[in-house]
Every structure is written in C-alpha cells, then in structure tokens.
C-alpha cells in the first residue's frame, strides 16, 4: 500500500499544469508531425489512389483504440498512462513487456522526428551543413555521416525544449500546433488548384496494387505512425487540470480533426503528381519512393506546378517542413520520458527515472536517456523510409492492452466511477483489439521479423531485473536464466531466416518459438504463485505476436509471390487469431494490488460480477 501511496505522490507533482486546449494541441501536434509531409508518398507508393481508403480506415481503427483508451485514461488518470495501465489489470510481466515495446517505438519515433527535420533540409542547406543524401540501390534515401551528426544536434534541441518544464512546453506547443494545423490545410487547398483527376483512373486504376496493398499501407507507409499522437491526450492525462474530462476530448478530437486534413492532403497530392517531374514512368506507383520527389514530396508537388503562389508557398512548407516534425519529436521525447517514469514506479526500471525535477517539474533523467537511444537509431536506420515500419508496428504492439484492460476493470470493479463510459464496448473492445492486432499483422512479415527479435528482449530483461527485483523469481537462478536465455535468443536473430548459411524460415520459426516456450516454462518452474500468475496474464501476447510473425510469412505480406494464405484469407485468418488472443487476455486479468488501492471495492478475486 505505501508502494501505491508513492505512485500517487510522484502523479501529484506532474499534475494540473495544462488545460483542455493544451491537451488536445498536444496530441494534435504529435499527430501532425513529419507523417504528413512524407506518408502521402510513401503510402501512395503501396497503394496508389486507393491509399485514400487506408486514411480512412486507419482513422476508424485508431478513433476504437482512442475511445477505449478514454475510458481507462478518465478512470484513472496516470503520467505514462499508456504504459501503465496493463500494470494494473495483468502485472509486472506483461506491464514490463508492453513498456519495453513502447520504449522502443517512443524512442524510435524521436529519431524519426530528427531525421525528417534534416533529410527535408537536405535539399536546400546542403552547401550551408554538408548534409547531403545518398541515394540507395532500391530506391529512397539515407543520410551521410555529417547528416547523422546534424540530427543529434536536433534531437538535444528537443530535449532543451522539454526541461523548461510541462507549463512552458503546454503553452508553447499549442502556438506550434497552430501553426502545424494552419500549413497543411493550405498545402491541399494550393494543390487542388492543379487537381488532375486522370491520375485517380488512368494510370493503373483506383487500386494498381490490389486491396490487401490498402491494408498494407495502413502499417507501414506512415499511416498508423501519423495517428499514433492521439494516446498523448492519455500519457500527459495526469497533468491536465480536469482529466475526467480532458483525456477524452483530446485523445478522439485530435484524431477527428487530424484524419480530415490528412485525407484531403492525400486526395490533393495525387491529384497534384507530375509523373514526368517524377522521374518515374506514369503509373510506377512503386517507384515514388525512388522518385526526385521522395525526399521533398509536398514542396517538388508545389515546385512542380510552375506557379508562382504555389512556389513562394512552398517557402513557408519548407519552414513547416522543420517545425511539424520538431513539434512531434520534443513531445515524443518527453512522452518516452514518461514511460521510463511510469516504469520506474512499478520497478521496471531503476527508481532515478521517476524523479521528478523540483523547478522543471518534468522526468530528466529519463528525457536524457530517450536521447541516447534515440540517437543509437540513426546507425542502423539512417533514413525516414527505413525506420517508419519498426516504429510503428513496436508501439502497435503496447495497444493491443487497450481493450482487454477496459473489459477487466470492468468486470473487477463494475462500480468504480467512470466519468467516460464507452458504450457498447462488448462490441468496441474487440474491435480495439482487432485494429492493434491487424495493424500489426498488415505491417508485413520483414516488419515483423525486426520486430519480434528486439521486442522479445524484454523477457530475458525481466528475468535479470524487473523479476528479482519485485521479489518474483529467486536472484540468482533467474539471473542465469535470462542471461542463458538473452545469448541463445540473440544468436539465434542474428543468424535469422535469410542467407544461404542460415535456417529456412520453418526451422528458425520453430527453433525461436521453442526458445521462448523452454524461457517461459522454466520461468514458470522458478517463480512464486505471484510471479506465476502474471506469466499467466501475460502469456496471450507473447503467443499471439509469436503466431502472427508465422501466419505473415505464409501470407500475401510474405516474401512468396504466390503465397500459401492469399489475400483476403490470410487477414481472416490472423482476424481470427486476435479474437481468440483478446478474450484470453480478458480473461487473464485480474486484479493486481494497485488496482484494488486505486478502485476501491475492486473484487481482490477477479471473478465476474455480470
């Protein structure tokens, strides 16, 4: 209880700073960061015209992820909420397993806000910085050395902004917002000006690459990235001055408001595509990503035109062009900051990043060690393109949480005040489920290899740290099983699928399930009924990642042109598996020891109650 006394203490320094305005310009302008100035190509380049169904789908699938985030968020207001919530209704395990992952997107997306500050510059400081791009052998661009170095000095500008502190950073986020709102809106307005509409029918078709290249592109082009801000209105939530209220408007207005402008934006910028100022022949929808445009695609549409309006516009979508990924990175960081914070609270990580800085107000030590790994990313990922995917699909994978702990808190305590009731949620929460679980399965089997490899980390993590330290496991046996456990299963990514020396693609997903499945039952054998009980709850997403990595092999995002599971049956399929996944999940919860302190009457035993 007075572990729980401290979580609220440490909440109550972060709260009360920001009114509804600067929530909801917080997740509006973490929405409208450097999505928009390159997904409406790269998702172009998946998709073709159709892309605009992917807007709108992913706008639907985010708003049933916002609205069950809402009512959690409402409940129980929480710095980091995100990744605190499934502390609560399914443990430390599961808890740390969804925070590792969101770490990981959280500082990924920080890099990317950083990279798309300097690959959009490139273009036109390049004689003043000596960043230059280097073009690749399949299409895109990456940054040179000095590019590199140039996005760090960025990435410390972000962290600058988020020591003066919550009150500041609110205040002046929201003038950046405006400014992030108001520039988009008249880049569709200026490109409607040149609308051809033939290239909607006339090169290729509504949809060139077939309908499962829509769901595609929902995961891997931006899409989903470019929504993802919507769960600041829930990780800032506990400092607003009225959360009950706050959380809601801003984590489903922003997205409303957001999903508008995107679609017009991609409407206006295929309407705009010049394909012989491409350089692409007309058609290549592919090919946009390799194209003269990938680096700057709204500024060469603009460009492109030969009107001057549009041209001298194009000066103030340069400028935009740093500010809206800046405004995103600085939020970011202070975002991941706060997961490390909630984190440190339930003993995931070590007590010094939930300290709280007595005249900023704001987790630095966290916001420094976002930096640094942020920055670790522009090594292998040295481009906007090549990361987006990674990021996306690894804070995906934290919102599968999202619906299962709405339907546990209700059933554990039904009578608790809700200042948001999401009706309906019988049928809502499934569908939150589905849209995590589908987006994670659309990102694609490449997607997912990096992915299960480096989020699966967090269990033998867990068996070195988190376990021990809460008492869990004994020290000393689970230390030799997670460092056995960490050598084998990084040995084992290394060598991966790929490759003429390496497994085929069966035996390595065999060998890496059966790794995982010996880590978890010894784990198990280890532990005192606690520690089992959360291996309990936690053991869906472990599974359902697991499966969803082997069914996208085997799909039509697999490498095989003519793959076993074709479109659509590949996505019924894995639909199939996410349903199976998520009332598993509800019914593993249970509830924990802080959640009976932060609702009181909660049922200690977590049996249904209607």
């Known amino acids: 209880m007075a572990e729980v006394h401290d979580f609220e203490h440490n909440d109550a320094k972060l709260r009360r700073d920001l009114s509804v305005q600067q929530l909801l310009f917080i997740s509006i302008g973490s929405i409208i960061g450097s999505g928009w100035l390159f997904a409406v190509l790269s998702a172009g380049a998946v998709a073709g015209p159709a892309v605009i169904v992917s807007w709108l789908l992913a706008a639907v699938l985010i708003s049933f992820l916002a609205l069950n985030y809402a009512e959690t968020g409402s409940m129980l207001p929480r710095s980091g909420g995100v990744a605190r919530y499934p502390y609560l209704t399914h443990g430390g395990y599961l808890g740390f397993l969804l925070g590792w992952s969101m770490l990981l997107g959280g500082v990924t997306t920080v890099a990317i806000e950083a990279l798309a500050v300097v690959q959009y510059a490139a273009g036109y400081v390049a004689s003043w910085t000596g960043v230059e791009l280097t073009t690749q052998g399949d299409g895109g661009s990456t940054l040179t050395g000095t590019g590199r170095v140039v996005s760090v000095v960025v990435m410390l500008l972000f962290f600058c902004v988020n020591v003066f502190g919550v009150r500041f950073f609110g205040r002046f986020n929201q003038w950046v917002s405006w400014w992030k709102l108001i520039v988009p809106v008249l880049t569709f307005v200026l490109l409607f000006t040149v609308f051809n509409g033939s290239n909607f029918t006339g090169q290729g078709g509504f949809a060139p690459q077939g309908w499962g290249a829509v769901l595609n592109a929902i995961a891997v082009s931006g899409i989903v990235f470019a929504f993802q801000g919507f769960r600041e209105g829930v990780n800032f939530g506990g400092e607003s001055r009225n959360p009950q209220r706050d959380i809601f408007i801003a984590t489903v207005g922003s997205v409303a408001i957001c999903a508008i402008i995107f679609v017009l934006l991609q ?108 920055c670790a990313f522009f090594l292998p990922f040295p481009g906007w393109y090549e990361l987006i995917g990674y990021t996306s699909s690894t804070a995906v994978i934290t919102y599968l949480a999202a619906a299962p702990q709405l339907r546990v808190m209700r059933r554990i305590a039904p009578g608790a005040p809700r200042p948001f009731f999401l009706r309906g949620s019988v049928l809502l929460s499934p569908l939150g489920f589905l849209a995590a679980s589908m987006i994670l399965y659309w990102s694609g089997y490449e997607v997912l290899q990096g992915v299960v490899a480096t989020v699966l980390v967090a269990l033998p993590i867990y068996a070195l740290y988190q376990g021990p330290r809460q008492g869990r496991v004994p020290l000393v046996a689970a230390g030799w099983l997670g460092g056995v456990f960490g050598v084998v299963w990084i040995a084992t990514q290394v060598i991966g699928p790929l490759g003429a020396d390496s497994l085929p693609f069966p035996g390595f997903w065999l060998l890496s399930t059966a790794e995982v499945l010996g880590f978890t039952a010894l784990l198990w054998w280890i532990s005192t009924p606690e520690g089992r009980r959360e291996i309990r709850a936690a053991n869906w997403a472990v599974a359902l990642t697991v499966v969803l990595y082997l069914v996208s092999y085997y799909g039509a995002y697999g490498p095989s042109a003519t793959p076993v599971l074709p479109f659509p049956w590949d996505s019924a399929v894995a639909a199939a598996l996410g349903l199976v996944a998520y009332y598993w999940a509800v019914g593993s919860g249970y509830a924990t020891q802080e959640l009976r302190a932060s609702l009181p009457g909660a049922d200690a035993e977590g049996t249904r109650n209607g």
Do not use: N
Not at 296 to 313: H, K, M, W
Not at 314 to 320: A, E, K, Q, T, W
Not at 351 to 371: D, S
């Open 267 to 374: 409407v206006a910028f295929i309407g705009a595509l010049d394909w012989g100022s491409l350089g692409v022949a007309p058609g290549d929808w592919s090919g946009l990503e390799g194209s003269r445009w990938a680096d700057q695609p709204l500024y060469s549409a603009l460009e492109s035109t030969g009107l001057a309006l549009l041209g001298a516009f194009g000066v103030f979508l340069l400028v935009d062009a740093a500010i809206s990924p800046a405004g995103t990175g600085w939020i970011y960081l202070g975002d991941t900051a706060r997961t490390l914070y909630g984190m440190a609270l339930h003993g995931s990580m070590p007590k010094a990043f939930a300290r709280i800085g007595e005249r900023t107000r704001v987790p630095w030590l966290g916001m420094v060690a976002c930096l640094v790994a942020g």
